[in-house]
C-alpha cells in the first residue's frame, strides 16, 4: 500500500530526502507522498523509511491505495528498472 502523510505534519523536511523513489513532495500546506511512486519502501529497505524518520507519527497506510506485496514490487521493478527474485 502506500503511505499518506496526515494534516499533522509540521513541515520538519526530515521525510523528504529519505524516500528512495522521490514519492514525497511539499504540497499545498503539507508534505505529500504520490501513490503512484511509494512502494513502502519495498525494493529499497524492510520498513517505510519515511515512518521511521518522522518525530511525531503522521504518516500512515492509505486505505484508498490497498496493494500487496507482489503489486509494491512490480512497482519497484517498473520504477527502477530492476527485477527482484
Ligand atoms: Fe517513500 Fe518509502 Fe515513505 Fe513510500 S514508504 S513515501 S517509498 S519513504
Ligand atoms: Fe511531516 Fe513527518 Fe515528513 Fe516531518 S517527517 S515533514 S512531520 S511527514
Redesign the pocket.
Known amino acids: 500500500m502506500?503511505?499518506i502523510i496526515d494534516d499533522s505534519c509540521i513541515n520538519c523536511d526530515m521525510?523528504e530526502p529519505?524516500?528512495?523513489?522521490e514519492?514525497?513532495t511539499m504540497g499545498e500546506e503539507v508534505y505529500e507522498?504520490d501513490p503512484s511512486?511509494?512502494?513502502?519502501?519495498v525494493g529499497?529497505?524492510d520498513k517505510?523509511?519515511?515512518?521511521s524518520v518522522c518525530p511525531i507519527d503522521c504518516?500512515a497506510i492509505d486505505p484508498a491505495h490497498k496493494e500487496s506485496q507482489d503489486d509494491l514490487l512490480v512497482k519497484y521493478a517498473q520504477l527502477t528498472g530492476k527485477f527482484v527474485g
Open positions: 502506500a503511505l521525510c529519505e524516500c528512495p523513489n514519492a514525497i507522498i511512486l511509494c512502494t513502502e519502501c529499497h529497505y517505510p523509511t519515511c515512518i504518516i
